[in-house]
């Protein structure tokens, strides 16, 4: 066999494991609404923790965040930040809003929205731009197995083609299966993403300068600006990076399927813990950060730096190994794009299309176009990955700039009882309107600033002062009692 | 239950804080390769102890949060 034949045979092994554990799961369910977006609302501490890690380690940390680290060094440190800040704020705004979940049978973000500002324009808005900015999310995963599959085949297969085939297996697994399957395929994802992080973070460094210490002291010799922000950039020093890591650790919950995936836990004692335990969890990014950092020695020059982790694994390992690592990162690709592309299509449906075009719909009719909406968003996604292309890193932060928005209604609407609904839709359209001015424009970063950053401050000004002026009786109009 | 849900107590607040101090506000003062900790570039080193301190501080707060649910139902 060829060495791309192996490396690609594994990878379409891997790859259909998951797949099968995914239907087996989703077979023999009597699959309702509920059942197919939240599972039901029983998942236990394990189940729950793997569904969250497996939604959060996505393709961006696999090849986005190596990527950055050869492109751009140093300010790739903000996703260890972010991501660890960011199970802070869960552990303060998630066990409360599980226990709304529970008791207004809550199963999305605009059901959040809607029971608590009583408003089902705001409902439907927070939905459509939760989709919208859901949107380069998804494409940051397709592009991912797009790399992942050319790569792997020595750069036989396109990339384009690569993304059809990738497109079709997600919405397969997700049209036939729901959320239940995709958290046991996480289990698979979890425990190859683990191993391959570790073992090329320790054997790239090794094979090269003899271990991570020489090579960061090798690195630290020849490129020492690389090692600190703003490292290759022009404009991403420390101001960015404390408003970059403001921004997203703010925004990782506000995103539709992590705020819906907190519905599922079994408990607020659960969710908890879990935020608890996170932290630890993003040690693993190190080690992917090791292989970035010694791509830039090894490998100097490559035009796109998403493909400096498989650029450096293929040139220092066997085919097969080659082909595990791929097969880990395509199921890195898949959860995540599966649990995204769930989460747009449900909202889609329930919040959106329902209460605003056909109010007498039943759940059964609204489950069955969800499952039509998972096609033409797979379709939409696939075109933007095609015609759309920028670095995995970029289509993340400019979703957290658009869905870090929800975090003043969901953070005023959870603890201050005088924030209103006037108030809160005005500054998230405010900031949502900022965003996609500055970045339409060009503008981010703004002198420094992440944009989404201003846009939230802006956000946050307009929704608490509004909510001030107004009189108090229409504060309290909220159908918040249990 | 009622919206505004009970909010944390201050002292779990401050805990969650420290975190942001430590990897957010303060990065002028550690963003810097020497002096290398166990090979690794100074900030490097930092930030990843510091995820395991965040873990320490939120088990703190989890503390504070679990014996106030307790006495809230002793309350009752």
């Known amino acids: ?482 | 239950m009622t919206v505004p849900v009970k909010k944390p107590s201050p002292i779990a607040l401050l805990l969650g804080l420290i975190p942001f101090i430590a990897m957010c506000l303060s990065v002028p003062l550690w963003d810097r390769i020497y002096p290398m900790i166990l090979g690794l570039p100074f900030n490097l080193a930092w930030l990843l102890s510091w995820t395991v301190l965040t873990s320490l501080c939120l088990v703190g707060a989890y503390r504070m949060e679990a014996r106030r649910d307790d006495d809230h139902r002793e309350d009752k």
């Open chain 1, 1 to 482: 066999m060829s060495p791309s034949a192996i490396a690609l045979t594994t990878i379409f092994a891997i790859v259909a494991i998951g797949g099968g554990i995914g239907f087996v799961a989703g077979l023999h369910r009597k699959m309702d609404l509920e059942q197919w977006s939240v599972g039901g609302r029983g998942f236990g501490p394990l189940l729950m923790y793997l569904l969250l890690a497996g939604e959060i380690y996505t393709t961006f940390s696999f090849l986005g965040a190596s990527g950055w680290a050869y492109s751009r060094g140093g300010p790739t440190l903000y996703i260890l930040a972010y991501i660890t800040l960011a199970y802070v704020v869960s552990f303060f705004i998630l066990p409360p809003l599980w226990e709304l979940g529970r008791k207004h049978k809550l199963q999305t973000q605009s059901d959040f929205f809607n029971m608590r500002y009583g408003n089902k324009y705001l409902g439907a808005f927070v939905c459509g731009v939760g989709v919208v900015f859901l949107l380069p999310y998804f494409q940051l995963q397709v592009t991912g197995l797009g790399i992942i599959v050319s790569i792997a085949s020595f750069d036989g297969i396109g990339r384009t083609p690569a993304m059809v085939i990738s497109i079709v297996v997600i919405a397969a697994f997700v049209f036939a299966s729901g959320i239940r399957a995709i958290a046991w395929v996480s289990i698979l994802k979890d425990a190859l993403m683990l191993l391959a992080a570790v073992s090329i973070g320790i054997a790239v460094p090794y094979v090269y300068f003899g271990g991570i210490g020489p090579m960061f002291a090798a690195l630290a010799r020849s490129r020492p600006a690389h090692l600190t922000m703003p490292g290759a950039t022009a404009d991403l020093g420390h101001p960015w990076y404390i408003t970059t890591v403001l921004l997203t650790s703010l925004g990782l919950y506000m995103w539709p399927q992590g705020f819906a995936a907190n519905f599922t836990a079994k408990s607020a004692d659960t969710v908890r813990r879990n935020a608890v335990l996170m932290p630890l969890y993003t040690i693993t990014l190190a080690f992917i950060f090791f292989v970035g950092f010694t791509a830039v020695l090894v490998v100097p020059g490559l035009a796109d730096g998403d493909l400096s982790l498989l650029t450096i694994v293929r040139r220092t390992f066997p085919p097969w190994f080659l082909g595990v690592i791929g097969g880990a990162g395509a199921l890195t690709a898949m959860v995540p794009a599966a649990i995204m592309v769930l989460a747009a299509s449900t909202l889609f449906a329930k919040n959106l299309y329902r209460p605003l075009f056909a109010p007498g719909m039943t759940d059964d009719a609204v489950a069955k176009l969800a499952r039509w909406m998972v096609v033409v968003l797979s379709l939409i996604g696939l075109y933007l990955a095609v015609y759309r292309s920028t670095t995995l890193v970029s289509l993340l932060l400019l979703g957290y700039a658009g869905v870090t928005q929800f975090f003043p209604g969901v953070i005023l609407g959870l603890f201050w009882k005088r924030a209103t609904m006037a108030g809160v839709f005005t500054g998230l359209i405010a900031g949502v309107g900022t965003v996609a001015l500055l970045t339409l424009s060009n503008h981010d970063p703004l002198f420094g600033w992440s944009a989404g950053f201003v846009a939230l401050c802006l956000n946050f000004l307009i929704a608490t002062g509004l909510s001030f002026i107004q009189p108090l009786k229409d504060s309290i109009a909220t159908p918040a009692r249990a």
